[in-house]
């Protein structure tokens, strides 16, 4: 039922954030400035994914991973969109030796702000749903992380680098998080 609820609420941001900014596009801006229109695209890549916490020894242990879905960018102003994303990431890392693997669905809600050029910022929350998991008992059902990166927006291309920092964790035995980097290729496809 918790995992339905985030869903929903997920879902409920993004029709809302889409509303919001095709509500906006008819009102006028400061002169001359141009909003781009809104665009939809595909992006995969790789995670290179550990597990923080007091119990982890294994810091630099990490896990490669595949990290893959669609994107929506909705520009709100001239240099601002409401990115959410939708994905699949593969997490985890190594404790004492021992590897963890995990799968989660994850809806990032980003802001994408231009800061030069084709040279962006982006920041948000993400809401994710474990699928799968091998080496750890009691995971938690859901995470929340929080996302930081830059991001180039060439043409119909985009490339992305974050870090992402869980909040919640992974297992209800043991108090470690998820973190990650994450680097990404994108292309708009509308």
């Known amino acids: 039922m918790k995992n339905l609820l985030l869903v929903l609420a997920c879902l409920s941001l993004l029709t809302l954030g889409t509303s919001v900014c095709r509500a906006d596009d008819g009102a006028s801006g400061s002169v001359g400035a141009v909003i781009p229109a809104p665009s939809l695209g595909i992006e995969a890549g790789i995670n290179l994914a550990n597990l923080n916490g007091q119990n ?10 595949f990290v893959g879905g669609a994107y929506l960018s909705v520009p709100v102003a001239p240099t601002l969109a409401l990115q959410p994303e939708i994905m699949y990431e593969q997490k985890g890392g190594k404790i004492n030796g021992n590897s963890i693997q995990l799968g989660y669905v994850e809806v990032p809600v980003l802001l994408d702000v231009n800061l030069i050029g084709p040279l962006g910022l982006l920041l948000g929350p993400s809401f994710e749903v474990n699928t799968d998991s091998s080496g750890v008992q009691n995971v938690n059902s859901t995470d929340v992380g929080l996302i930081a990166g830059a991001q180039l927006n060439i043409s119909r291309l985009l490339i992305s680098g974050r870090y992402e920092v869980g909040l919640t964790d992974v297992s209800s035995n043991q108090k470690i998080q998820n973190g990650l980097f994450t680097f990404l290729v994108g292309l708009s496809i509308l």
């Not at 982890?56 to 991973?65: E, F, M, P, W, Y």
């Open 56 to 65: 982890v020894n294994d810091v630099i242990a990490s896990r490669l991973g």
